[in-house]
């Protein structure tokens, strides 16, 4: 059975900065939806003043008619993030849904939602687990008109863990949050049809209980924080979600069979929404969401509606990009992480009409492997390749000296690796070194030719299995088209003749994003492909438990075995800290990152500055990209 994640571990395409994954409002973004960056070097420049500083002309009348927000992966119509669609997507998708009864204010502190909640009580239980009650606010509606009710909530932890819903070969499931929930694996595995840990106890109110044996949690309140679905988009009319002593159930003639035509109808035409923004339609063409202002929304935390009446989410091809913004193509540009693309529109503010901010991202790119099959299940085979390429000159290259290196999967404006600079440091940098490179492979068994004989020195390495067969040194590589962060990696890694010199060969496959994460998410070992590059942006709550859990489908790496299980239960760690317990947590924190150090499952290529750059009509739109990110910052924004 698959099992895969929804979270802000989102996955797009990397041309400015790709992410993989998908997700909820709960999680992370690897492979990103959201190329998540933190708030702690956040940049307003010129909002409202012409570039050379002079006084703006703008006489404070706004039409707030269309803001065209120009994306750097390419969109696929498939707007919900259920199944294998990427970061833009996924930005699309959270313009649209809305009103969770927790949401997170603009420093990322998590925070009751007056506009949805109308009572939350939170019971600390006998058997140690603890519940939260969650009574909604009368009157709540969806963009359709129809009622929002507690069933709507239930749906979004029913719907994304079960079986028949894997079955229609969604791919992007299990919320981070929602393995926590009492009863999660028997519902997910099929060995029960109730959802013991949950309970719909009348139409404004469920409740939701963690499961004792992941108390304490760092992230407790990010588990009432999902946003309702419609239980009529999804699901036949007379399929409905029914409470039981034990939990809560779907009706009898919840199948795969019975649901599909519904539920493939909803992922392209998501046409009842709950956000501040309603989708209108996809064009193919352009690759465009056209997405206008929901009436029925309340407004968030702050009873904040929109101010923009139609958001178009397009996608801008990187070589375009800049000219597109020049010419009103599109308004905004949205987390630019291409070093050149950053010069170009750095020039375009000095000269006049457009504005930037700028913020450090919560997130990194890399190059992620397959420690399944191949040579890359080696732990020699990946510290090789780390040695091998140049990351610090990779790094700078690429960001234009808007980035850095890191050793592990953070970004540098994340607080916990600020907490630990030093202690970071200290850790393996993988130094460029082709001795290093050929050291680590020779200890690693890679000493023969092809025939067995012991290896010759030139051509590519093999290495003897336990079966009596030898395995060539030759990774399968699958990058996305149009992709920079590939084009820099063919030369400076696939190319570079200290990989031949090392006895190594790596083959490159190019084509669409889409057969990209096809192939990142399948974890058999009869794929074909071994790596991957791709950027993770983190959200709030950093919760990587899941994509490390062994066995698992959203462990992308398929790390398993004695080092998996390790990395896993030190991700979980994190977790297990007190609320509030910031000291603990930043320490379970390194010692992860130190172990995911050693092992690695990806090799880091940079963490970078991200720059928006816009229009200069915009005005009031300010974002961090990691507490707040541009789908949070329009809300407020106006447009000349």
């Known amino acids: 059975m698959k099992k895969k994640l929804i979270s802000l571990f989102l996955i797009g395409a990397m041309t400015t900065g790709m992410v993989a994954g998908c997700g909820s409002n709960s999680g992370n973004s690897n492979a990103d939806a959201g190329n998540n960056a933190s708030s702690d070097n956040a940049a307003v420049e010129g909002t409202e003043a012409a570039a050379d500083g002079t006084e703006s002309t703008f006489n404070g009348t706004y039409s707030n008619k269309q803001v065209i927000l120009g994306e750097s992966s390419e969109t696929s119509g498939d707007i919900t993030p259920f199944w294998a669609n990427g970061a833009s997507d996924y930005d699309a998708f959270k313009l649209v849904t809305g009103m969770a ?49 507690a069933d709507d909530y239930l749906l979004t932890y029913m719907l994304r863990c079960n079986e028949m819903v894997t079955d229609l070969e969604a791919s992007n499931l299990t919320d981070s949050t929602v393995q926590y929930v009492k009863g999660y694996d028997a519902y997910l595995n099929g060995e029960s049809d109730t959802f013991e840990g949950l309970h719909l106890i009348d139409d404004k109110t469920f409740s939701v209980t963690i499961d004792a044996q992941f108390m304490p949690y760092y992230y407790g309140q990010a588990l009432i924080s999902n946003q309702p679905e419609s239980m009529d988009l999804w699901l036949p009319e007379d399929v409905t979600l029914e409470d039981t002593e034990d939990g809560v159930k779907f009706s009898d003639n919840f199948t795969s069979e019975y649901i599909g035509d519904k539920v ?35 407004g968030n935390f702050e009873g904040q509606t929109a101010n923009i009446e139609t958001v178009i989410v397009k996608y801008t ?126 200890d690693g068994g890679w000493v023969y030719n092809e025939d067995g004989s012991d290896y010759s020195g030139s051509g590519i390495r093999y290495k003897k299995l336990d079966d009596g067969t030898y395995m060539p040194l030759v990774i399968e590589w699958f990058s996305s088209e149009n992709n920079s962060v590939s084009d820099l990696l063919v030369t400076s890694l696939q190319q570079n003749p200290d990989v031949e010199a090392a006895g190594m060969k790596i083959n490159q496959t190019v084509g669409t994003f889409t057969d990209l994460l096809t192939y990142y998410y399948d974890n058999s070992t009869e794929n074909p492909y071994q790596m991957f590059n791709l950027a993770s942006g983190f959200g709030n709550p950093y919760d990587v438990a899941f994509q490390y859990e062994p066995g698992s489908s959203n462990n992308t790496n398929a790390l398993e075995g004695e080092e998996g299980q390790k990395l896993y239960d030190l991700a979980l760690a994190m977790n297990h800290t007190e609320e509030g317990d910031d000291e603990a947590y930043a320490k379970a924190w390194f010692d992860f990152i130190a172990d995911w150090n050693d092992e690695l499952p990806e090799i880091p290529l940079y963490s970078n500055d991200y720059h928006d750059f816009f229009t200069s009509k915009l005005h009031d739109f300010e974002e961090d990209g990691y507490n707040w990110d541009a789908t949070n910052a329009i809300l407020y924004a106006n447009m000349e």
């Open 317 to 442: 091809p990187q070589d375009t990009m800049m000219d597109q913004l020049k010419t009103g193509a599109v308004d905004i540009l949205y987390q630019v992480a291409d070093g050149d693309q950053i010069e170009q529109g750095l020039d375009m503010v000095e000269e006049g009409n457009f504005n930037y901010l700028s913020y450090g991202r919560a997130g990194y790119g890399m190059i992620s492997l397959k420690c399944n099959q191949g040579p890359t299940q080696f732990k020699e085979v990946r510290h090789a390749m780390a040695y091998l390429l140049d990351r610090v000159t990779f790094a700078q290259t690429f960001t234009g000296g808007h980035g850095t290196v890191v050793s592990g999967p953070y970004g540098t404006q994340q607080w916990m690796a600020g907490e630990y600079a030093e202690e970071l440091d200290g850790l393996n940098s993988y130094t460029y070194s082709l001795d290093s490179a050929v050291k680590e492979l020779e």
């Open 264 to 298: 493939q109808a909803a992922r392209y035409d998501y046409n009842i929404c709950s956000g501040p923004y309603m989708f209108t339609s996809y064009d193919e063409n352009s690759y465009a969401y056209t997405l206008t202002k929901n009436p029925n929304f309340p």
């Open 101 to 149: 009864p927790i949401d997170k204010d603009q420093t990322g502190k998590w925070i009751e939602n007056p506009a949805v909640l109308d009572n939350l009580e939170v019971t600390d239980n006998e058997d140690g687990s603890r519940t939260y009650t969650v009574k909604i606010k009368d009157g709540l509606k969806f963009s359709d008109g129809s009622d929002i009710n």
